[in-house]
């Protein structure tokens, strides 16, 4: 009778932002600013790990970065110039606090926290042999991985450590890990995830996007490289790759949907991305109508471009409410559309007796497509063209974004006009991949070598994701075990 | 050195939203609802109150509607198939639970709950005598004086024992009341806040705006007049005007910015309005540049309507981050305008190096708009012209809205130039009150007996504040001697 | 299968306790203290209002005192050298914040502040009246109606207004009373709870009983007489009679139950009191044995007069868990009495094959006696006698102690044989009524003008339960309307 | 000016309880109430692991047992029909909930759950090596050592691995240890700490202490002897004794204070033991007196057995509040002794002009005693002489107790003149340890070979405390890092 959730937000989601600075008086306030200008990258818990001379202070908590840190005395008591922070989204079941990131050890040579964006393709191989020779776990993390595989290394320095431990990995990373020894960040050998670094006064930062070096007023740098290793310590950044020259695989859904419009990502704006994605569009798939109107608010820019080209108004034709909804008791009976509508009204002002081509970034499982279409109907379109600024989602990721099984992602049961029709509209066009590689400056797809993953779109994996190849899954005991609030 | 709530919003308030309904067995779910899409109206508190059979139930807590109703088991407490529901916002002081709506008492014929959205004028005058007569107050709120005035009413029906109450108070007052005779809906004699008539179903609902009504499907009706009370019994809907004809003076300031842009009120669509006074504003006082930009998210759809009238581009030149990011400690040194970047951040790539208009709804202290105006010159722009969509805001008001002291109000001190120079702007210019009223629908405003509430722009008001002018101040004690968090 | 609250503890318990102070700088804390001390007469809540030159302070909340005022940031908020306190039990569907004293009130006058132990017999009949009178309840307690009578008085100087209001209402009341004209202290005219004077330097206290007293270090000045009413201002203790000199019918279950052994009150020390029931009860009722062991905590005193008296070993053949135990989850099958045994352990080394008496202040419903008797002999009694310190409560009390109704009450339904079958005794007996009255130094109960309330087991009540008697119960609607959290 | 904790309890405690049980339906609710009877040996913080099939489920909380199991809520989702359980007191600094037990690890072979009672002396020094090796520490309990042995353990079964890390530990401990494999308990060979062996119909139990047999209605089946381990599976109760017979030392303080009244320890009842104390005492060091105060509630049953040996009349001289008042704000001026009021108030009737005995268990630090025969002194005591069930307490325990810095045990900085003048008693005497051994059975001490653990009193420590002999101490990192809530 009663369900909770009753809005699917139906997006992939990204599940990861990390945030580094190394020598600021107020490192643990920046690093607070930078993970709230990162929230969109994870919602559900956050944390700080800073350091003081050789102490190291600690706050991880569930919620919002503001809820974790908006109080002066959570500051006050991370003391130190040094420090790293994380922001994580991650599905139910996992939400523990003992999850939360940075994690923290305490090794032979000190203490050693590290956050991490990304996802271990082979976390789980390596974590039984670890149990098998006595490790014990305390998370149910991949990353937890990473910092017993730099416990048991034979290694000298903390550097040599970590690298050995990246040796053994495989999949999608971009890390902050910091020490006595100093901050360091690497991307994986494909930099599938961003990282980027950052200059304020004196001041080293490290963060996942641009828009947290905004946030505190640091200047932007350069983008950490795929396979890229930089230490930072008192005498500067110093650079190593110890997987010498590797071939870049960015991921290109961070353009579509994950990044801030505000960011510059790899040296391109993602806002300016997402306009030129929409005229890409609006030149592939144009249709007469009276109005664009974008499905709020991921879908503004690309609906911008797309009108913009295409020579017809844009309009607010959806309204959206900010205050978020999710939990809400859903009345059972005559009331329809009550999810839809607990984040989205029609404006129909804006919709009543018009031809209206709606501008959304994806269609993941489509139920949310579906009500919003049939709400600007209810609302008086007289048409309704819907325009995907992505091309059809078919593939699970295995780097670091939440997705569906494989059998839930629409476009990896149905052709376009199966989905146009399951959808509701007139009609429903997706951006090619050619031209979405053309909205991002490529000449298009190289498909011997693609510039991107874009596994996503093409099933076609940087890394073979051998645990889900095997089989191998996360440890049930330990989830088990664990408080969910805890 | 720290500071809090480092981010002026600057912004005019709605103090309350208020929701009722009559005959439906989901009747606390789909008032739940109507407060969430009312929310706008106030964010601090919320509270329903059902009647089942002669039983009323009552649920009322700080903090959005969400996390008041957001639990099944609160719903399901509150029984029965009438309710009536308050949002509400107010200054720090007074954020106390005693003072959340609807407030409700046993009176000799039973209980009644009454929400109230307005204030009123003469309530300290009326407290003191009821103090006086014996009368002991539970919370400091004006609305607490009606409740008062009907229990002494010497009168006979409830119905006549409310309207006796009403004829008493001064100001503006939108009620929505529910007893056992049943639910109530009444609109001060100049209508000054908004009130409207819904049906789903069998069933009638009363709300703020129609944004509530589309949320729960329900059809909109009409707008309850100005100084109407409608009573609302299974027999059904009846009208009664205990001050004859009166004259609508609706508050103007509902089209500019604290109605959402989705509601119809009083005949006209908000966002149709909005964007006519973009529109009027571009003919009043246009000026060349390469870019319209919106103060995101209320300078929307007039910045469209400037931009459409200009035949300039609209582009979103500052991003919005929409976790909220109050309560953030702010660093003191080199980190300039970490507040209002908890918020906003200039898209640059929109920005640099081109002449921006910047077009946002009201200018209150102004202290936003300079530090908005230097972060999009810091972002590259070349020129910057401000443009209002509503006339100076020179007064305060008494009826619902939280405004600053007079004295603190920018345009209360400055002329126009005087504000272009304080913002930093290249050129600034408010829309006419007359060009308001255009965009509105009238031929412009009448002096002589205005059409609508208007005194934040002409310290015309349509009621004489009398409390305020003879000194009357709220009662002191009761507030002190209250736990802020009870 | 599963039940909360297993372990019934079947006593009849105090409702209420107070504390008052007037001049002393830390008089918040010292009230604290005083509350602790006081604990025993009510664990539900607690409240202190302290008076600052014209400002009153206040915190309520529910819990025990050292949880409600055991932070210095809530002491410090207190400010003033005048203060009232209150704790309070009552029954579950009461527990609301609204309800915990002390009350306060702001009247045309000012503010004032009221802690009360007792019980109204006419209060609901009050309130009607008060009600029709259009008075505005926000209480379910009886107090509330002291507060509106006061309010409406016509009379002039407050105390002339309390005195006003104390003619109006009957039953038992011990009370505090705190303006900005001094503080008050008052019995009913048959002094039914108990009130005291005291003195700490330059400063006067009111409190329940002497303990309060003594864990401040203040000097015990003398009871406040029956119909009394003590005026305390900067000029000292004044003392009126509205009532002229009226009878004393103190309540003789203080001395056997509620009062605090180390307390002294009406002139007799508890602990004295109770060891003379003991001897006395031994002299009545003397049985051959090996062993006399006290029922702990409240048997220990009389226990040992008894066995002083018998000649008999005293020994604690039952030790009880001090810490709580209450809600514990009571597995259901094979392990009986782990309800009793949350609190009570049998101690084997001193009851294995021996006669044991067992000694206990009261029967109220017997369903713990039967237990713990039942426990003594699986523990290896060969005979267990039982010998109460009071005799049969066979009525209920309307004078501020929570009984059970008269029906659930084991002695208006059994006789002592019949009792003594059901808790499976191989004898019982009580102490007699003339032989308790000897006890606490009277020659014995004075049938025409009995000396002390004693209602509980002789029905013969000291003032007619009017509001019983006529089937008033309080108002329903104002306590389902309430969360029983605030 | 104000202090919090004013009072100074001035006891050794004991710092840990066990509980398991195998084969019952109901063991998480059994355990709950095992540990309940247990809380005295810990109040703060306990946990439970219980196993249903091979899944573990896991609840662990600061605070009473009836706080952390006292909801229905958790001990359903406590599944299974195996449990271990603990309760914990620690120094305010190690409250961690990650160092809650029971310990939990997921290794090769599954899970296991680790309770402990005791304490190791070489814990850090293995700590150290397992570091160097790559072992990651979650907490900073000795006890964690002991899962790490047992997970780098290269021996087969678990039942092997255990005894591997046990051969490898020095120090105290009773443990209970749940795996997929069965429950086991195990004590060192010196049993320092207790650890019995119940049945309870067809199920096993491990408990501390009998009491925590008797509330769930268990038979006493025995205890487990030093140096044993018992595999309890469905099998049944099996016995190895990996260190071959051992010397048993058993901790002599558990019968003077640790230990509950009613529990049978070692085959002696603890109450007889306390009264046979008492009587050596009144043999020992009898005074003429008009009576014996026991301090309570401790002191109860060696007064009793000192009373009836001196025969001399026993009372309740002190009553103790039994409300906590741990935290409440001391007023600092004239008022004296508030610290001590909060908890005791002499019972004047008893006291006033008596020559008083005073009888308490031990002296530690010795401020307490002070406070209390000052209290007696003006409550009218002619002459206060103080008995101490124990010898002079003059040595740090290193094996479970909680124990001063040596200097600040007032036995080891002054003779027992000394300490009477301190104290401020007329005279003061400590039960011989000849005196001690005889009361609890044995002909006198065997100084050759000590038939107790009475290091306390003698120094004379079963185990050589090496890692405090050497100067290690527990890592400070972990400890610094964690949040004290988590």
Chains 1, 2, 3, 4 share one sequence.
């Not at 200008?37 to 569930?62: C, P, T, W, Y």
């Not at 984040?343 to 489509?366: C, E, F, M």
Request: aromatic share 6%; charged share 25%; proline share 5%.
């Amino acid at each position: 009778m009663f369900t909770t959730n009753p809005y699917d937000d139906d997006h992939l989601r990204e599940e990861c932002g990390v945030f580094g600075i190394y020598g600021h008086p107020e490192a643990a306030a920046l690093t607070a600013l930078g993970l709230h200008a990162l929230q969109h990258r994870g919602q559900e818990a956050a944390g700080i790990v800073s350091l003081d001379g050789d102490k190291f202070h600690n706050h991880r908590d569930l919620g919002h970065v503001e809820d974790c840190f908006g109080s002066e005395n959570v500051i006050r008591k991370l003391k130190g110039a040094k420090a790293v922070g994380h922001v994580r989204y991650s599905t139910t079941g996992e939400t523990l606090l003992r999850n939360v990131q940075p994690l923290f050890a305490e090794m032979e040579f000190g203490g050693l926290a590290l956050g991490h964006n990304g996802n271990l393709t082979n976390a789980q191989a390596l974590r039984r042999s670890l149990v098998k020779r006595g490790c014990l776990f305390q998370s149910t993390t991949d990353t937890e991985v990473i910092i017993h595989l730099i416990a048991i290394s034979l290694h000298g320095p903390v550097e040599d450590r970590v690298i050995d431990a990246l040796r053994q990995i495989d999949g999608a990373y971009s890390l902050v890990c910091l020490t006595g020894e100093g901050l360091m960040g690497m991307r994986d050998p494909q930099g599938i995830r961003p990282l980027v670094l950052g200059k304020l006064d004196g001041a080293w930062c490290l963060a996942s996007e641009t828009c947290a070096l905004d946030i505190i007023g640091a200047e932007f740098v350069r983008d950490i490289e795929a396979g890229e290793v930089v230490i930072i310590t008192d005498a500067g950044v110093r650079s190593v790759k110890p997987f010498g020259d590797t071939k870049r695989r960015f991921c290109i859904f961070e353009y579509i949907y994950f990044a801030r419009p505000d960011s510059i990502v790899e040296g391109t704006s993602v806002y300016d991305a997402r306009k030129r994605i929409g005229a890409e569009l609006a030149r592939e798939s144009f249709v007469d109508a009276d109005v664009v109107v974008p499905v709020p608010d991921s879908g503004v820019p690309a609906a911008l471009g797309f009108a913009t080209e295409a020579k017809l108004p844009f309009d607010l034709g959806i309204i959206r409410n900010h205050y978020v909804g999710r939990t809400f008791i859903q009345p059972t009976d005559q009331t329809r559309h009550v999810g839809v509508k607990m984040k989205h009204n029609p404006n129909k002002a804006t919709i009543q007796g018009k031809r209206v081509i709606l501008v959304d970034d994806s269609i993941v499982r489509g139920t949310t497509s579906r009500k919003i279409v049939e709400m600007v109907r209810q609302a008086g379109a007289t048409e309704v063209h819907m325009r995907i600024s992505s091309p059809p989602t078919t593939h699970s990721c295995y780097f670091g974004i939440d997705t569906p099984e494989r059998d839930k992602l629409l476009a990896s049961r149905y052709d376009v006009q199966g989905m146009a029709d399951l959808i509701g509209v007139d009609s429903l066009a997706f951006i090619s991949i050619d031209g979405l590689y053309r909205a991002v400056g490529e000449p298009g797809r190289n498909s011997h070598s693609p510039q991107f993953c874009d596994a996503c779109f093409t099933g076609d994996y940087p890394v073979i994701p051998t645990d889900y190849m095997d089989g191998l899954t996360e440890s049930k005991q330990l989830s088990l075990l664990t408080d969910p609030k805890k």
